[in-house]
């Protein structure tokens, strides 16, 4: 058994991509409701936009940890360029 100080929370890495636990229809809804966008399909053409389809097209199509981090990566970097954050 591991130490408390191995188990505590504050020890704990989480999983940014849980890719196992994913629901693959889950991801594929929220394709749906970004490709329903009518009036605010412009917010998802810019670099930080696309980069977030992306995500969730590898989200949906990949069950390599390593791909899903990458495109978490870029979307996150697009992001940053703006000033923004998640």
């Known amino acids: 058994m591991g130490s408390a100080e191995e188990t505590s929370p504050s ?4 999983n940014p991509f849980p890719h196992r636990s994913m629901n693959p229809n889950s991801v594929r809804f929220l394709q749906h409701q970004a ?22 097209e590898t989200l ?23 000033g923004q954050s998640w």
Request: hydrophobic fraction near 45%; aromatic fraction near 14%; charged fraction near 20%.
């Open 35 to 56: 490709a329903s966008l009518l009036l605010y399909q412009g917010v998802l053409m810019g670099e930080a936009g696309e980069a977030f389809v992306q995500l969730l």
């Open 11 to 14: 020890n704990r890495r989480s």
């Open 60 to 82: 949906y199509r990949h069950d390599k940890p390593s791909a899903c981090v990458y495109a978490y990566a870029r979307w996150f970097r697009a992001l940053m360029a703006r």
